[in-house]
């Protein structure tokens, strides 16, 4: 359902949610540059960094689904301003963190505050905006999506020379507690279904999740029997989770949904692109920092030849020709960045930061039509009144691609040596394109099934 008011303008909505999706991103990022200082403050271990970079889409992907659900059945706003609030402690908190372990479960924390942003940020833009005015307003919202990368490292690094690597937590804290007041004022609401909100699924799956990705962190430093133990638990509670969903009134996923191969394939779509080309372009500083001996600003500064240009990309998707389907735009686009990944084997030892420019800026290219075409997708493949669920399985997946891709890059160049560091790389480039071709291919299989046309 559409709901709009005289007293809160489309426009007005749209700045609020750009801004707070911009912030979801920053504070997604705001490791990137500030990792070595952390490290040596805080004495983090190899499987200690991999979490403080893991631990806020961690977050995100566990609460994005309960978040939409919150948001479908107590109202968007409300769930997107407790987001925010919930965003302001938690940064508060991590800015005050004296050790490895607090700091990491304050990033969770901040990764289930950025849910209810990015879920119900989304969702909102679905309920205000119909048609051609949505396709507009995605593409604004995935541009805060590239800035929000892009302006992160280089705010978190300008910090970090100033008053450490807490300030970047303060800064967030601030503007959080600024854009809650905003969101309160200006954002309409939706109606609320009033059904009973399915906190068991919730849990099992943020339990589910957060098994998985411990055991994949813990692959390199644990035992075996720990890492089968929390494989086969994580594993466990997803499937208890699928059984509950299927039982529940209100189900925080409705599982029907990926009966239709828009939806499914947006979801694969989501998940590739998380796990490949935003996980490895978002250790690009830490391969210039620790591998070649840049600054953490100079490193920031880098990645813009990323980010940047997915911002400008992510404005200009909507001028494509409208016989290119949403669908045809995200595999053409997930095959870029793939071809934009693979170009970042080019980055050794022997080699200057240059060699990174021609990954990044290609990335830039296919990331910014690829997150347009995916906001677009994530709320047109789903009921009106679920809005917000899609938007919230979309950013699920991407969110849950990227903690794995994350923890599994850290992981490979956690070598001490500067061989072994990018001999890590390498094959982190590796598997992450095939990652994004295993991802084409999985739409391209769920394509195959009859679905209502795309819009």
């Known amino acids: 359902m559409t709901v709009t008011s005289e007293s ?15 912030l979801a991103l920053v504070v997604f990022t705001a490791p990137l540059t500030t990792l070595e200082a952390m490290t040596r403050e805080l004495n983090l271990s190899s499987a200690g960094q991999a979490w403080v970079m893991g ?18 059945t107590l109202g968007r706003r409300m769930t997107f301003t407790g987001g925010l609030w919930l965003t302001v402690l938690s940064s508060v908190a991590a800015a005050l963190a004296t050790s490895g372990l607090f700091l990491i479960l304050m990033r969770i924390v901040q990764g289930l505050g950025s849910a209810g942003i990015m879920a119900c940020g989304l969702g909102l833009l679905g309920q205000i905006y119909q048609g051609e005015a949505r396709r507009h307003a995605a593409a604004i919202w995935a541009a805060a999506l590239g800035g929000g990368v892009a302006a992160g490292p280089i705010i978190a690094s300008l910090l970090l020379g100033v008053s ?29 279904s009033g059904q009973k909100v399915d906190l068991a699924g919730s849990v ?21 029997m720990t890492v089968v133990t929390l494989s086969a638990s994580g594993l466990l ?3 208890i989770f699928v059984a509950i969903e299927k039982r529940v009134r209100n189900p925080i996923l409705t599982l029907d949904l990926f009966g239709d191969a828009n939806f499914a394939g947006a979801t694969i779509a989501a998940f590739a692109s998380g796990a490949g080309v935003l996980a490895l372009m978002s250790m690009v500083p830490t391969v210039l920092v620790r591998g070649l001996g840049m600054e953490p600003l100079f490193a920031a500064v880098v990645l813009v030849a990323w980010s940047g240009v997915t911002v400008i990309a992510a404005l200009a998707a909507r001028l494509l020709p409208d ?26 030892a022997d080699t200057t930061w240059a060699a990174v420019l021609p990954g990044l ?15 677009h997708e994530a709320v047109q493949t789903v ?22 891709g994350i923890a599994l890059v850290s992981l490979l160049i956690a070598e001490p040596t500067v061989e072994g560091f990018f001999a890590g790389w390498h094959g982190a480039v590796i598997v992450s394109t095939v990652s994004s071709l295993i991802g084409v291919a999985a739409m391209l299989f769920v394509s195959r099934r009859g679905t209502r046309p795309t819009v």
């Open 237 to 239: 509670l997803i499937a």
């Open 323 to 348: 016989r290119f389907t949403s669908r045809q735009r995200v595999i053409w686009a997930i095959l870029g960045c793939a071809l934009a990944q693979f170009l970042l084997i080019a980055a050794d």
């Open 361 to 375: 800026f290609i990335a830039g290219l296919a990331n910014g039509v690829l997150n347009a075409s995916l906001g």
């Open 55 to 72: 631990g806020m889409p961690l977050g995100a992907a566990c609460g994005l689904l309960t978040a939409g659900a919150l948001g479908d």
């Open 383 to 404: 009921p009106p009144e679920r809005s917000a669920m899609g938007s919230a399985a979309n950013n699920t997946a991407r969110y849950l691609g990227s903690a794995i």
């Open 204 to 224: 099992v799956l943020m339990s589910g999740l957060g098994c998985l990705l411990s055991a994949l962190t813990e692959a390199r430093v644990g035992s075996a």
């Open 164 to 192: 450490g690597w807490a300030a970047i937590h303060w800064l967030i804290a601030v503007t959080s507690a600024l854009l809650a007041l905003a969101a309160r004022a200006r954002l309409p609401e939706s109606q609320p």
């Open 8 to 22: 809160h303008p489309p426009a007005a909505a749209l700045i609020i949610i750009a801004f707070a999706t911009f």
